[in-house]
């Protein structure tokens, strides 16, 4: 009997014991660096999504025209919403970072039957984040 | 998620969670590469005027190019996609809501198709 078929069988009979499960703290990931870095990793997705809702308030207010995108500016210069992106930074600073150092671990490369360094698997992608972000702040800021 | 009569694993949502997994990974990418060099600019060099602002007149025209509102749309829509997953497990495993996943699952890929929807709607108007 597979582990599988075990479990379809708990699942169906009407009777199945309750599985035993012991209670976890909410916070359980404060306790350790690894933990939290998890968590921390896992939060940056709000700053992502952030950053997103940000682009699209920014596209309404290009589409009402002149004066609607020169007060969404100006909201934009409130000490709030400036220590809200600062931390959205820092938040997107530590994806970038993550998701580039883990491409080596998700694909390891192999030459000449010797791992490729971890840092020669990671460089590509920052190399191409320096070029396109490169690229779009010359694209912003190039006076026409 | 297991432990309920319903979530039988099939491989309709096998290769559901695949394809949720895919637009993770690909939106993963897209905020890695695009976000912090726009959020930097737009959030604080030009609102702390450390760099001059560009002008209406001057992002108008990049919108309207058609590359740059491809690009605008994949930085919107993909970045969502994977905050909808990213969230969704981090409400899962850190808040133990078990009862609430149908909830949670509904408001994060909802609120990623309402955010792409508005994207488009955005930058094919603009």
């Known amino acids: ?144 | 998620m297991t432990g309920k009569s319903t979530a039988k694993p099939s491989t309709t949502k096998a290769s559901n969670e695949a394809f949720l997994w895919l637009l993770f990974s690909a939106g993963g990418v897209v905020a890695a590469v695009l976000i912090p060099m726009q959020l930097f600019l737009f959030g604080l060099a030009f609102p702390l005027g450390w760099l001059p602002q560009p002008s209406y007149e001057h992002l108008m025209a990049l919108a309207h190019s058609p590359w740059v509102r491809l690009y605008l749309f994949v930085m919107c829509s993909l970045p969502l996609f994977h905050w909808a997953h990213r969230f969704r497990f981090t409400l899962y495993d850190g808040l133990q809501v078990k009862h609430l996943n149908e909830v949670i699952f509904a408001f994060c890929y909802g609120g990623a198709l309402l955010g792409t929807v508005l994207a488009a709607y955005l930058l094919w108007s603009i």
């Open chain 1, 1 to 144: 009997m597979t582990d599988q078929t075990v479990i379809d069988q708990a699942v169906r009979s009407e009777f199945h014991p309750r599985w035993y499960r012991e209670r976890v703290s909410t916070w359980w990931w404060l306790g350790e660096w690894h933990y939290l870095k998890f968590i921390l990793r896992e939060l940056t997705s709000i700053s992502v999504a952030w950053f997103v809702v940000l682009t699209l308030f920014q596209l309404r207010a290009l589409l009402h025209g002149p004066e609607a995108y020169a007060r969404f500016s100006g909201r934009l210069q409130s000490p709030f919403m400036i220590a809200l992106n600062a931390i959205a930074f820092c938040f997107v600073m530590f994806h970038t970072i993550t998701w580039f150092n883990l491409a080596p671990r998700a694909m390891p490369v192999r030459m000449g039957g010797k791992r490729v360094p971890e840092f020669l698997v990671a460089a590509p992608n920052y190399l191409l984040w320096i070029a396109v972000s490169a690229f779009v702040g010359w694209l912003l800021l190039r006076t026409p």
